[in-house]
């Protein structure tokens, strides 16, 4: 999560590119540039090839604002959880701007500002698609088991039958879905 | 219906997340969350920003989808946004409204992941867990 230069543009697993693309971090301009919406990251480079890349886990949500009220142009807003540095400086956990203790979570806002704001909303459903990729991998609440043994649809369902009972080729005639 | 070979093929990972998908929200309560579709309720996120808005879709990993959204940050400064994500780790509450019945939503959500899967598993359908053997 840092400003990088010489970094290439995702090749691979675009799901959106934008030209034109003025990005603004934490309230400064960076320019104009394109964003791209890559199955692995977003990242965002200008002309000379400076630019940044996030990692979907590190997005706390993203959004459309046509609120020209709350700022004058429509953008892609995006919130990510921690701090974006520049690469020069180095990156401090104890930054100024959160000294309020351990609680308060370091956020960085990021607006997408688009030419075409037509756009947002493919901009937008890309990352809903890229961000739905990439499941919290901490999460030990939920039970996701997949392999569940309580999960017994063969059993409700009737068709699978006991290991001892199949016979060799018994569904050889069966349709082949795979 | 689509022939079964056009539709192993265009499917694929879908397909196989989709099962994931159920057998999450299956196990879990946020089959309540999915049951609030079409509902306007508030999300309290993690760091103490909430929003507000219509429910389009809550998936297995708790990622909300919003629309038509007053956002109130932590700061306390309100933004309208028209389509909103929220990450499902960001998620601290989400407002059951009142007059949901919390029974009656997850039973009926329940119901339906049990009639597609249903519907997968006779006929010519796919057939999740295909291949496991007891």
Not at chain 1, 45 to 59: K, R
Not at chain 1, 77 to 85: F, Q
Not at chain 2, 72 to 78: A, E, K, Y
Not at chain 2, 84 to 107: A, S
Request: charged share 30%; aromatic share 6%.
């Amino acid at each position: 999560m840092v400003l990088v230069r010489n970094l290439r543009p995702p090749t691979e697993g675009v799901r959106h590119e934008e030209a034109n693309t003025t990005a603004v971090l934490s309230g400064q301009q960076l320019g104009c540039g394109t964003l791209y919406v890559a199955e692995t990251r977003l990242s965002w480079f200008d002309g000379s090839g400076m630019g940044f890349s996030l990692e979907y886990p590190s997005i706390s949500l993203h959004a459309i604002s046509r609120d020209v009220s709350a700022y004058p142009e429509e953008h892609l807003y995006v919130m990510v959880n921690g701090k974006l540095e520049k690469a020069a400086e180095e990156e401090d956990d104890d930054g100024s701007d959160s000294s309020n203790g351990d609680e308060e979570e370091v956020i960085t806002e990021i607006r997408f500002v688009p030419r075409d704001k037509a756009s947002l909303e493919s901009m937008f459903s890309a990352m809903c698609e890229c961000q739905a990729l990439h499941p919290d991998p901490d999460d030990e609440d939920s039970d996701n088991d997949f392999e569940g043994e309580e999960y017994n649809v063969e059993e409700a369902d009737g068709m699978e039958v006991d290991a001892a009972v199949a016979e060799a080729g018994q569904f050889e005639d069966a349709d082949v879905e795979h | 219906m689509e022939p079964e070979a056009v539709e192993s093929a265009t499917v694929g990972v879908e397909v196989v997340n989709s099962i994931r998908e159920r057998t999450i929200a299956e196990n879990s309560m946020v089959v309540l969350l999915q049951g609030l579709q079409g509902e306007v309720t508030t999300v309290d996120l993690r760091d103490e920003s909430s929003a507000r808005g219509l429910v389009l879709n809550v998936d297995a990993f708790m990622n909300i989808r919003l629309k038509d959204v007053l956002f109130l940050d932590r700061r306390g400064q309100t933004a309208q946004l028209q389509d909103l994500f929220i990450t499902g780790r960001n998620v601290r509450y989400v407002h059951i409204p009142d007059h949901v019945d919390i029974m009656k939503t997850m039973e009926s959500q329940l119901a339906k992941i049990h009639r597609v899967r249903n519907f997968a598993g006779e006929g010519g359908g796919r057939k999740e867990f295909g291949g496991r053997k007891k």
